[in-house]
């Protein structure tokens, strides 16, 4: 069971690129979520899902899109990415909101 | 927005001890709670949650809750050298505009030395 599968775990931009971070799930969860964690700061949240075809926004959604076309896959894309963006992205899954989430493995982002 | 607070830290405590992980939080509506432990380089891995007053434990861990004072904490029992972590009080915000979502503290670093 692979559970929460992310792609790149590692990966160097130049300022202005832009790119696609994947995440897919096998769980069946209709929550999914992505988070950015900074050094020294908690987890914050960038966007969310609560089904196939609905998405809305966190606290930090600026510079970032997603999609959910499908129940398993919620791809975050960064747009004209810049050195803010630097951090670890990690995606999570859930059932409910009250089973707590599983989280990718994460994808580690620079920004130069 | 939400606020979860967690002690500051680094917290160290020798092997064997008990050692004591502390969160507040602002929303006094929550009612799911949650502690994740994260490794360095790794992602949160989920070890407790509870949703009523009182205490749940889970082989050496305890988690405790108490709504009135929006206080809940960790407890670690007989700490192990592998214990050593980040570890993230996480809250579920239960109404309103951001019903669903689960608002983390910056974590508390936790050492245990052998």
């Known amino acids: 069971n692979a559970g929460v599968t992310q792609t790149p775990k590692f990966r160097i931009l130049k300022i202005g690129q832009s790119m696609t971070l994947q995440c897919t799930q096998d769980?069946?969860?209709?929550?999914m979520y992505w988070y950015r964690q900074d050094p020294g700061m908690g987890l914050k949240l960038i966007y969310y899902s609560v089904g196939a075809g609905i998405t809305d926004k966190g606290e930090v959604p600026n510079g970032y899109n997603v999609s959910r076309s499908t129940t398993e896959d919620f791809p975050l894309r960064l747009e004209l990415a810049a050195p803010s963006q630097t951090s670890v992205y990690f995606c999570?899954?859930?059932?409910?909101?009250?089973?707590?989430?599983?989280f990718g493995s994460g994808t580690r982002l620079t920004v130069v | 927005q939400k606020e979860v607070e967690q002690n500051s830290g680094p917290l160290s405590v020798p092997e064997g001890a008990i050692a004591s992980l502390n969160c507040t939080y602002s929303d006094r509506v929550s009612q799911s709670f949650f502690w994740y432990r994260q490794y360095s380089g790794k992602s949160p891995e989920l070890i407790m949650s509870?949703?009523?007053?009182g205490d749940k434990e889970d082989g050496r861990f305890t988690a405790q809750l108490n709504k009135a004072s929006q206080y809940v904490s960790l407890l670690i029992r007989d700490s192990q050298p592998s214990d050593s972590a980040t570890y993230l009080c996480?809250?579920?915000?239960?109404?309103?505009?951001?019903?669903?979502?689960?608002?983390f503290g910056r974590g508390t670093q936790l050492t245990v030395w052998p």
């Open positions: 509870i949703y009523s007053n």
């Open positions: 769980m069946n969860h209709n929550y």
């Open positions: 999570a899954s859930t059932f409910g909101q009250n089973y707590g989430y599983t």
């Open positions: 996480a809250v579920i915000a239960d109404r309103g505009s951001t019903l669903g979502r689960l608002y």
